[in-house]
């Protein structure tokens, strides 16, 4: 017979109401990530609501720069939440009443246990090759025993007997003996709530109907029921999320792309669409469906399908994705975001008109936005043009003596437009019996100085009349011993 228990599903009727709660301790990492993608899911599936916690109670390493960060990343991938964040610390007076409450009820104490005192019934203990325990003293002590300007820690009262079983969203049903949990603290001696007491009483407080977090959390959950029978608060519903690994099954770390959510952004060039989608299916699908819009995504999940083994994290299938949402991007956004990268790698005034009319052409190419930046460097670099090794080669006197002829013959071209220039390198190319790669390759490399770019047509449109004559003019005089 179960002590305590946790259902799974709906709670009575009452609306979904979810929450995150970072640590502001350093980033937004990928995993946290997606725990606020899954929470904002399901409170959106449901109707519901999504709450914002800031868990600052580790006052020495919670800082502003990383609360920052965190609302930033969230914001950018539009998980903001519903209603201003709770900020933990400031509700410390709420959590230390309640402990007080705790001790009013019976299920929980006062432990004048000193920290030497501990240390060597932990020794003992493994002495003795037995498992430690807390069994102190003063569990059970009448309050007229306590001793007076003597420092304490306030415990909770662990159940001793039977077990406790919570019905997990994602784990099932999973079974803990309640022997196994001890008489953990709620109250420092300091009077500051520990992680386990502040948790509770805010999901609480916040009318957090389902707790959706990492399944590193999972031995959390029984503790933390311990606190909610003993305030007899409504149990909330669990879902216990597996972590991420890295492509390689180990650990997710650095090496496999566990980054905050800013360097997607602004080191890697990642659409937050993109990573939206990658996050939603990391653990979780609907069929063989790869692309996913936030609406299909609200309409479509639950946690009845998150998978119960880790994902694995790849960055190249993120590249990938990040490749096709590129591709459906608008025009004019891409070339906002593209502006930046141009600026920050030494281009001066970068057209902005000129950019966005060349994102047709530049984004069925690319990865990321810093491969788009690659991309589009050509349409502003100045004369003359820097070339890279392998353009270099491509200019021998052979073909610089072709690019002379081709800067005559399209001097002479009174349609610079696709069809026009198209027709006529390809007449040229059938008169002198080459094929027009042997033409458009050191014209490339003219127009360019690279070897890959967009279509050689397509270059010469952006570039407009003037100056592309005047780069294949550069190139084609360099022959003659001149530059322009």
Same mark, same amino acid.
């Given at each position: 017979?179960?002590?305590?228990?946790?259902?799974?599903?709906?709670?009575?009727?009452?609306?979904?109401?979810?929450?995150?709660?970072?640590?502001?301790?350093?980033?937004?990492?990928?995993?946290?990530?997606?725990t606020a993608l899954f929470n904002w899911?399901?409170?959106?599936?449901?109707?519901?609501?999504?709450?914002?916690?800031?868990?600052?109670?580790?006052?020495?390493?919670?800082?502003?720069?990383?609360?920052?960060?965190?609302?930033?990343?969230?914001?950018?991938?539009?998980?903001?939440?519903?209603?201003?964040?709770?900020?933990?610390?400031?509700?410390?007076?709420?959590?230390?009443?309640?402990?007080?409450?705790?001790?009013?009820?019976?299920?929980?104490?006062?432990?004048?246990?000193?920290?030497?005192?501990?240390?060597?019934?932990?020794?003992?203990?493994?002495?003795?090759?037995?498992?430690?325990?807390?069994?102190?003293?003063?569990?059970?002590?009448?309050?007229?025993?306590?001793?007076?300007?003597?420092?304490?820690?306030?415990?909770?009262?662990?159940?001793?007997?039977?077990?406790?079983?919570?019905?997990?969203?994602?784990?099932?049903?999973?079974?803990?003996?309640?022997?196994?949990?001890?008489?953990?603290?709620?109250?420092?001696?300091?009077?500051?709530?520990?992680?386990?007491?502040?948790?509770?009483?805010d999901d609480n407080d916040m009318g957090?109907?389902?707790?959706?977090?990492?399944?590193?959390?999972?031995?959390?959950?029984?503790?933390?029921?311990?606190?909610?029978?003993?305030?007899?608060?409504?149990?909330?519903?669990?879902?216990?999320?597996?972590?991420?690994?890295?492509?390689?099954?180990?650990?997710? =770390?650095?090496?496999?792309? $566990? #980054?905050?959510? @800013?360097?997607? /952004?602004?080191?890697?060039?990642?659409?937050? *669409?993109? &990573?939206?989608?990658?996050?939603?299916?990391?653990?979780?699908?609907?069929?063989?469906?790869?692309?996913?819009?936030?609406?299909?995504?609200?309409?479509?999940?639950?946690?009845?399908?998150?998978?119960?083994?880790?994902?694995?994290?790849?960055?190249?299938?993120?590249?990938?994705?990040?490749?096709?949402?590129?591709?459906?991007?608008?025009?004019?956004?891409?070339?906002?975001?593209?502006?930046?990268?141009?600026?920050?790698?030494?281009?001066?005034?970068?057209?902005?008109?000129?950019?966005?009319?060349?994102?047709?052409?530049?984004?069925?190419?690319?990865?990321?936005?810093?491969?788009?930046?690659?991309?589009?460097?050509?349409?502003?670099?100045?004369?003359?043009?820097?070339? =890279?090794?392998?353009?270099? $080669? #491509?200019?021998? @006197?052979?073909? /610089?003596?072709?690019?002379?002829?081709?800067? *005559?013959? &399209?001097?002479?071209?009174?349609?610079?437009?696709?069809?026009?220039?198209?027709?006529?390198?390809?007449?040229?190319?059938?008169?002198?019996?080459?094929?027009?790669?042997?033409?458009?390759?050191?014209?490339?490399?003219?127009?360019?100085?690279?070897?890959?770019?967009?279509?050689?047509?397509?270059?010469?449109?952006?570039?407009?009349?003037?100056?592309?004559?005047?780069?294949?003019?550069?190139?084609?005089?360099?022959?003659?011993?001149?530059?322009?």
């Open positions: 017979m179960a002590s305590g228990s946790a259902s799974s599903g709906q709670t009575d009727g009452k609306p979904v109401v979810t929450r995150f709660a970072p640590s502001p301790t350093g980033f937004l990492h990928i995993g946290g990530a997606r899911l399901y409170a959106r599936h449901h109707g519901g609501k999504y709450l914002l916690r800031i868990e600052d109670t580790d006052r020495a390493r919670s800082t502003e720069p990383a609360i920052e960060a965190i609302f930033d990343g969230l914001n950018w991938l539009g998980l903001g939440g519903d209603e201003p964040a709770v900020f933990q610390f400031a509700r410390s007076d709420r959590h230390a009443q309640v402990a007080d409450e705790l001790i009013a009820k019976g299920h929980a104490y006062r432990c004048y246990l000193t920290s030497e005192e501990l240390a060597e019934r932990r020794q003992k203990a493994q002495e003795e090759r037995r498992p430690f325990r807390i069994d102190s003293e003063w569990r059970d002590a009448d309050p007229s025993a306590w001793p007076a300007e003597k420092p304490y820690v306030v415990r909770i009262k662990a159940p001793r007997e039977g077990e406790t079983t919570i019905q997990d969203l994602v784990q099932g049903e999973v079974t803990v003996k309640n022997e196994e949990i001890d008489d953990f603290v709620i109250l420092r001696s300091d009077g500051t709530p520990t992680y386990m007491l502040a948790v509770v009483v957090v109907t389902h707790v959706l977090r990492g399944d590193d959390h999972l031995n959390n959950a029984f503790r933390q029921l311990v606190i909610i029978h003993g305030m007899g608060w409504d149990v909330p519903v669990y879902g216990h999320v597996p972590l991420i690994h890295g492509s390689d099954g180990a650990k997710l =770390s650095k090496r496999h792309g $566990a #980054l905050g959510v @800013d360097s997607y /952004r602004d080191e890697m060039g990642i659409l937050p *669409e993109a &990573l939206f989608n990658y996050l939603l299916r990391l653990g979780w699908g609907h069929g063989d469906e790869e692309f996913i819009s936030r609406e299909k995504a609200v309409e479509w999940f639950d946690m009845a399908d998150v998978g119960k083994s880790p994902s694995r994290f790849d960055i190249a299938k993120l590249q990938n994705l990040n490749g096709h949402y590129l591709r459906e991007a608008d025009d004019a956004r891409l070339a906002g975001l593209v502006l930046p990268r141009l600026e920050a790698a030494g281009c001066n005034n970068p057209d902005m008109t000129l950019l966005t009319r060349a994102m047709p052409v530049l984004k069925v190419r690319a990865k990321d936005l810093n491969e788009l930046a690659e991309g589009a460097a050509f349409l502003f670099a100045k004369r003359p043009l820097a070339m =890279s090794e392998k353009a270099q $080669a #491509l200019l021998t @006197d052979e073909a /610089r003596a072709r690019l002379a002829v081709m800067h *005559e013959r &399209l001097s002479g071209e009174s349609e610079w437009t696709l069809e026009a220039l198209e027709a006529n390198l390809k007449a040229m190319a059938e008169e002198l019996g080459l094929g027009l790669g042997k033409l458009a390759q050191p014209l490339r490399a003219a127009l360019t100085g690279q070897t890959t770019s967009p279509g050689i047509f397509d270059v010469l449109v952006l570039l407009g009349r003037d100056e592309s004559l005047a780069r294949i003019g550069a190139q084609a005089d360099v022959a003659a011993g001149t530059q322009i």
